[in-house]
């Protein structure tokens, strides 16, 4: 691990990153404020660090929380060594997020959005390209934060031993929770609130740019409509647009469960039962041969689908409990000829 952390050293040095996280300290020791974490974006050519060293790159490529641990003890090092910033007490303090100019031209890197999630589970980064089509607003999360040993003699009572830090991907609970416990003695920690840090997130939906024909008549054969939820954090919050092509690098993370369809099959009738078994694990089969042929004495089968679709979906959307904003429906529709939607 020494070598590694050597790697890292001269990689830093080579790259101009031990000079930018000086000028990165600069604003920290204007203010005697002391936070719980400190935050650094370090970007990194994955072919240079392979030059440097191969097994920092294959880290850095295939296990990038431990290049990410390598790189935060490095700068740790160097903050303390050439005194950077005087509030920064501990290595846990220094929240390092290593920004990867590219990733290699192969298949492994790649994440096809059709595929995913199946092929999910690999905490590696890897890059996709979409379509964005729907997006949260910018709201706080958890950077960081300081918690305190409730037991008074206990060394962590005090100091900066049990600092927590967003990890990709990560939910909330995960960064800030009531129910920890120290590493010393094993007593309840508690949160000094004074310290925490807070950061910009937003949730940006992407789809396949292939499943923008889904639900056009000549392409009922196809089978997936996908979506994924990469989360834009803190300096990239705000910088894509609805409706444009992206291509998106980072790490798969499972961030929310998607709330299954349920219902009682006893009050479907027996065509839609056997349709819905004929179209089981094609995700948006049954959608699309439903709005295909729903209106028959209003449009030919097969007009009209997003139409359709949507007032399929406004159908369903329209329940007794409909002021619950849960059952909001927002919808986004793409199509080159307005008149199909003034209609
Ligand atoms: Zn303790």
């Known amino acids: 691990i020494s070598s590694l952390k050597e790697s890292v050293l001269v990689y830093l040095d080579r790259s101009g990153g031990l ?23 370090i970007g990194v050519n994955p072919s240079d660090v392979i030059e440097v060293d191969p097994v920092l790159g294959e880290r850095v490529l295939c296990d990038p929380l431990g290049a990410t641990a390598l790189f935060q003890s490095v700068c740790f090092l160097a903050i303390k060594t050439l005194s950077l910033v005087e509030q920064i007490h501990t ?7 290593l920004k990867l100019t590219h990733l290699p031209p192969f298949p492994e890197y790649t994440l096809d ?38 037991n ?38 508690k949160e000094d609130v004074k310290f925490r840090v807070l950061g910009d997130k ?4 992407l789809i396949h740019v292939k499943a923008l024909d889904v639900l056009s008549a000549h392409q009922l054969n196809y089978p ?3 979506f994924v939820s990469p989360t834009r954090t803190d300096e990239l919050c705000n910088s894509m647009r609805i409706g444009r092509l992206y291509r998106v690098l980072g790490i798969p993370a499972h961030v929310q469960e998607w709330t299954g369809i349920t219902w009682n099959p006893r009050e479907v009738s027996a065509s839609f039962q056997a349709l ?18 729903f209106g028959l004495d209003v449009a030919p089968p097969g007009r009209y689908n997003t139409l359709k ?15 619950d904003t849960f059952h909001n429906l927002d919808l986004l529709a793409v199509t080159t000829d307005t008149l199909i939607l003034d209609r």
């Open 202 to 205: 937003q949730l940006v939906e």
């Open 276 to 293: 819905l078994k004929a179209t089981a694990g094609f995700r948006w089969r049954f959608s699309a041969i439903v709005a295909h042929c």
């Open 91 to 97: 290595e846990s303090q220094v929240n390092v997020i």
């Open 224 to 226: 997936f409509y996908c």
């Open 19 to 41: 000079q930018k996280l000086a000028e990165d300290c600069k604003p920290f020791n204007g203010t005697h404020q002391i936070e719980a974490v400190y935050r650094f974006c």
């Open 309 to 323: 679709l949507s007032l399929l979906l406004s159908l369903v959307q329209n329940r007794a409990d409909a002021k």
């Open 152 to 189: 008074d003699e206990c060394p962590c009572s005090t100091g900066f031993h049990h600092i927590r830090v967003h990890a990709p991907g990560a939910t909330e609970s995960a960064t800030v929770r009531n129910n920890f416990s120290c590493r010393v003695c094993s007593s309840p920690l």
């Open 113 to 150: 959005l059709c595929s995913f999630p199946r092929g999910h589970g690999l905490m590696r980064p890897v890059s996709m390209e979409g379509l964005v089509i729907a997006m949260t607003r910018v709201t706080k999360y958890t950077q960081g934060a300081r918690f305190l040993c409730i």
